[in-house]
């Protein structure tokens, strides 16, 4: 797909009329009867060949090319304040053509005052003063230059005022909706804890092995003593909080390290024993290693950061977490700032938040007025349930071929779509929280490089995932209430449209989303998209609704529930509480969420984890070859 003109055309001639696009009984000519036919509408359609699964190659013990491993920046006991340039190494961390960039509209978000996209609220004891530039705030010239290769010429909403709070040394709440015009948190938190370090690092890191002499891990290894620990709810977030990591501490001292369930321990432990100052991972995998006092202390933490708080607390997981927070060695004093960053702030968060930050902490809470979701064109068709397949289909042939993201509502409904395409030719990976952690990095892996662009995922896989490009996110199935409703709609249609480019999200809508209609309603009204006259009868009697997310600051709440105090001003939404959650879909969240993270592998012999186990001793379960087996027609419904 050349621009997003090219998607608008295309998507025009199959939304203008929804009722040719999806007829009840044209599927005479569908699917192609056979195999030949199939594969010859997505090859004139432009996509690519589909790339079947390797599933040999999930079997070799060997592998050892996971995403934490990937290289980052050694430092020589011999280099000065900054090190050497490393030509190979910076070709890789800034150079990747699928590193994601900011897009054309970029420079809209920067609007301030009255014209700005975006309302910021800030509660502070202290007057904090937002800055405008990188410049203003005094960031070490290792960090600066890291920011210039990033080509982050100036700093988000967000990271306009975490900036300045952090660098005063505050405990910190930062809440900002996904997707533009308030993405950017990772770099919010990295940029001034990271450029703070980076002055003291000599004076405050655990000693190391001077690496660019060579590494015997029986000589040289050193337990691991990070001064910064970032938890976050998934291993892909936590490996993309890991790919800024590398770069914005690139030519320094800083040594970042990333550890999660389902990826080799011995291997992840080896890392950190050759030094590490930024430990990022998954709660499962941190406490199985703080398990091993031998492998790592948390002694020396002067930053804890608890990354997408609401995701991570949606679950039961308090005695973990409590245990992550204030087990083993954890630096008590009071030079240990506590920061949180969240899409919302439910009640879980704010008892954490209660719990664990000072009482003088800024809390910082970016929000969209007027048009909820800059950027992005929102399409919603009619489409029955049995012809969900065929609407697919129809769909992706219709546009020029664009990466597309694909969400579903459960995991086996996402091998069974897979599965489908797969087999009329069109280049699909997919991925959910029952595959293994190979699997899944290969999937982001082929889905970032569009060896297979497209991908079909759940929705709770795909939190946070950034990937360039991604310029259309199809939502085959709506989330249902119980799954974060409009707030989850949002969370999906952000997977596109990031950080100033634009996108577009088609839904399927039936009957069976009506729990979803006036919530869709006030959304697309708000953001000047068309309102389908199927949706009409949710046309709220308001003539200026306006639309509230996932970021409330939940006054209203507050009044209802009379609390206040510590944490009740920031009071959550009835959405985030999620009271009507039915329990098999929690289940589903958590387990997706948390995959074999969440098991405390507590009578593990030492060094071993249960996600260990799985991926050394037990090699992949054989799965039927995708693309090799028919569809079974009896299922398909079409
Ligand atoms: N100042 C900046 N200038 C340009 N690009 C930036 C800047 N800060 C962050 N980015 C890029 O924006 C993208 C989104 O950042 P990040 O993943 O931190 O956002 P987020 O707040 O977690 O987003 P979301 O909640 O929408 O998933 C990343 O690709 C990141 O490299």
Same mark, same amino acid.
């Given at each position: 797909? &050349? %621009? !997003?003109? $090219?998607?608008?055309? =295309?998507?025009? #001639?199959?939304?203008?009329?929804?009722? +040719?696009?999806?007829? @009840?009984?044209?599927?005479?000519?569908?699917?192609?009867?056979?195999?030949?036919?199939?594969?010859?509408?997505?090859?004139?359609?432009?996509?690519?060949?589909?790339?079947?699964?390797?599933? &040999? %190659? !999930?079997? $070799?013990?060997?592998? =050892?090319?996971? #995403?934490?491993?990937?290289?980052?920046? +050694?430092?020589?006991? @011999?280099?000065?304040?900054?090190?050497?340039?490393?030509?190979?190494?910076?070709?890789?961390?800034?150079?990747?053509?699928?590193?994601?960039?900011?897009?054309?509209?970029?420079?809209?978000?920067?609007?301030?005052?009255?014209?700005?996209?975006?309302?910021?609220?800030?509660?502070?004891?202290?007057?904090?003063?937002?800055?405008?530039?990188?410049?203003?705030?005094?960031?070490?010239?290792?960090?600066?230059?890291?920011?210039?290769?990033?080509?982050?010429?100036?700093?988000?909403?967000?990271?306009?005022?975490?900036?300045?709070?952090?660098?005063?040394?505050?405990?910190?709440?930062?809440?900002?909706?996904?997707?533009?015009?308030?993405?950017?948190?990772?770099?919010?938190?990295?940029?001034?804890?990271?450029?703070?370090?980076?002055?003291?690092?000599?004076?405050?890191?655990?000693?190391?092995?001077?690496?660019?002499?060579?590494?015997?891990?029986?000589?040289?290894?050193?337990?691991?003593?990070?001064?910064?620990?970032?938890?976050?709810?998934?291993?892909?977030?936590?490996?993309?909080?890991?790919?800024?990591?590398?770069?914005?501490?690139?030519?320094?001292?800083?040594?970042?390290?990333?550890?999660?369930?389902?990826?080799?321990?011995?291997?992840?432990?080896?890392?950190?024993?050759?030094?590490?100052?930024?430990?990022?991972?998954?709660?499962?995998?941190?406490?199985?290693?703080?398990?091993?006092?031998?492998?790592?202390?948390?002694?020396?933490?002067?930053?804890?950061?608890?990354?997408?708080?609401?995701?991570?607390?949606?679950?039961?997981?308090?005695?973990?977490?409590?245990?992550?927070?204030?087990?083993?060695?954890?630096?008590?004093?009071?030079?240990?700032?506590?920061?949180?960053?969240?899409?919302?702030?439910?009640?879980?968060?704010?008892?954490?938040?209660?719990?664990?930050?000072?009482?003088?902490?800024?809390?910082?809470?970016?929000?969209?007025?007027?048009?909820?979701?800059?950027?992005?064109?929102?399409?919603?068709?009619?489409?029955?349930?049995?012809?969900?397949?065929?609407?697919?289909?129809?769909?992706?042939?219709?546009?020029?071929?664009?990466?597309?993201?694909?969400?579903?509502?459960?995991?086996?409904?996402?091998?069974?779509?897979?599965?489908?395409?797969?087999?009329?030719?069109?280049?699909?990976?997919?991925?959910?929280?029952?595959?293994?952690?190979?699997?899944?990095?290969?999937?982001?892996?082929?889905?970032?490089?569009?060896?297979?662009?497209?991908?079909?995922?759940?929705?709770?896989?795909?939190?946070?995932?950034?990937?360039?490009?991604?310029?259309?996110?199809?939502?085959?199935?709506?989330?249902?209430?119980?799954?974060?409703?409009?707030?989850?709609?949002?969370?999906?249609?952000?997977?596109?449209?990031?950080?100033?480019?634009?996108?577009?999200?088609?839904?399927?809508?039936?009957?069976?989303?009506?729990?979803?209609?006036?919530?869709?309603?006030?959304?697309?009204?708000?953001?000047?998209?068309?309102?389908?006259?199927?949706?009409?009868?949710?046309?709220?009697?308001?003539?200026?609704?306006?639309?509230?997310?996932?970021?409330?600051?939940?006054?209203?709440?507050?009044?209802?529930?009379?609390?206040?105090?510590?944490?009740?001003?920031?009071?959550?939404?009835?959405?985030?509480?999620?009271?009507?959650?039915?329990?098999?879909?929690?289940?589903?969240?958590?387990?997706?969420?948390?995959?074999?993270?969440?098991?405390?592998?507590?009578?593990?012999?030492?060094?071993?984890?249960?996600?260990?186990?799985?991926?050394?001793?037990?090699?992949?379960?054989?799965?039927?070859?995708?693309?090799?087996?028919?569809?079974?027609?009896?299922?398909?419904?079409?």
């Amino acid at each position: 797909m &050349e %621009s !997003y003109d $090219d998607v608008q055309d =295309a998507l025009r #001639d199959v939304t203008n009329n929804p009722d +040719e696009f999806v007829t @009840e009984n044209d599927n005479a000519q569908f699917p192609p009867d056979d195999n030949e036919k199939s594969y010859l509408g997505p090859r004139e359609a432009g996509w690519t060949d589909p790339v079947p699964y390797s599933y &040999e %190659s !999930y079997n $070799d013990r060997n592998f =050892a090319n996971w #995403d934490g491993m990937a290289p980052r920046y +050694e430092w020589n006991d @011999e280099y000065g304040d900054i090190g050497p340039r490393n030509e190979e190494l910076e070709k890789q961390l800034f150079n990747d053509e699928f590193m994601p960039r900011a897009g054309l509209r970029f420079d809209e978000l920067k609007k301030s005052g009255e014209e700005a996209p975006y309302s910021v609220k800030v509660e502070s004891e202290f007057k904090l003063k937002p800055i405008s530039t990188f410049d203003e705030a005094g960031i070490h010239p290792v960090m600066k230059k890291n920011l210039e290769l990033c080509m982050y010429s100036w700093p988000t909403a967000i990271q306009c005022y975490t900036i300045p709070a952090i660098h005063e040394q505050r405990d910190v709440i930062g809440i900002a909706q996904t997707g533009n015009p308030c993405s950017g948190k990772t770099g919010a938190f990295l940029i001034p804890i990271l450029s703070k370090l980076m002055g003291k690092a000599k004076k405050l890191a655990a000693p190391r092995p001077n690496i660019a002499e060579g590494w015997d891990p029986k000589v040289n290894a050193v337990r691991a003593e990070p001064l910064v620990l970032i938890v976050c709810p998934t291993r892909e977030l936590a490996n993309q909080i890991f790919d800024d990591a590398r770069r914005l501490c690139y030519r320094s001292m800083l040594r970042p390290c990333v550890v999660y369930g389902g990826a080799p321990a011995r291997l992840q432990r080896e890392e950190l024993q050759k030094g590490c100052d930024i430990l990022i991972g998954t709660p499962g995998r941190i406490l199985d290693f703080m398990r091993q006092p031998h492998v790592l202390s948390l002694r020396r933490v002067r930053y804890t950061v608890i990354d997408e708080a609401d995701e991570l607390l949606q679950a039961d997981w308090e005695e973990d977490f409590k245990h992550l927070m204030a087990g083993g060695d954890m630096n008590e004093d009071s030079d240990h700032r506590y920061l949180m960053f969240s899409a919302s702030f439910n009640k879980e968060c704010r008892k954490l938040a209660g719990d664990y930050l000072s009482r003088d902490h800024v809390r910082i809470r970016i929000s969209r007025p007027g048009s909820a979701v800059r950027h992005i064109q929102q399409v919603i068709v009619w489409v029955e349930n049995h012809n969900k397949k065929k609407a697919l289909y129809d769909l992706l042939l219709s546009l020029r071929p664009t990466r597309t993201l694909i969400f579903v509502n459960s995991k086996q409904e996402v091998d069974y779509v897979d599965d489908f395409l797969f087999n009329q030719g069109l280049p699909t990976t997919s991925m959910h929280g029952d595959r293994t952690q190979r699997e899944r990095e290969d999937a982001i892996r082929s889905f970032r490089t569009a060896k297979c662009p497209i991908m079909i995922t759940t929705g709770v896989s795909a939190r946070g995932l950034d990937i360039v490009n991604v310029m259309h996110v199809v939502n085959y199935d709506l989330p249902r209430a119980s799954q974060g409703g409009i707030t989850e709609y949002m969370h999906r249609i952000g997977r596109t449209a990031r950080i100033g480019n634009e996108g577009l999200a088609t839904s399927f809508y039936n009957s069976r989303d009506e729990d979803l209609g006036p919530d869709l309603v006030k959304l697309l009204i708000e953001s000047h998209q068309t309102v389908p006259d199927f949706l009409e009868q949710h046309q709220p009697s308001d003539t200026n609704p306006s639309f509230e997310d996932d970021t409330t600051d939940g006054e209203a709440e507050k009044d209802k529930e009379g609390e206040d105090g510590e944490t009740g001003a920031w009071a959550a939404n009835s959405d985030d509480d999620d009271t009507d959650a039915d329990a098999d879909n929690k289940e589903e969240e958590a387990d997706e969420t948390w995959g074999e993270d969440a098991e405390g592998p507590a009578d593990l012999a030492e060094g071993e984890s249960a996600a260990e186990e799985q991926t050394e001793q037990e090699p992949a379960e054989e799965k039927p070859a995708r693309g090799r087996q028919p569809v079974d027609r009896d299922l398909v419904e079409w």
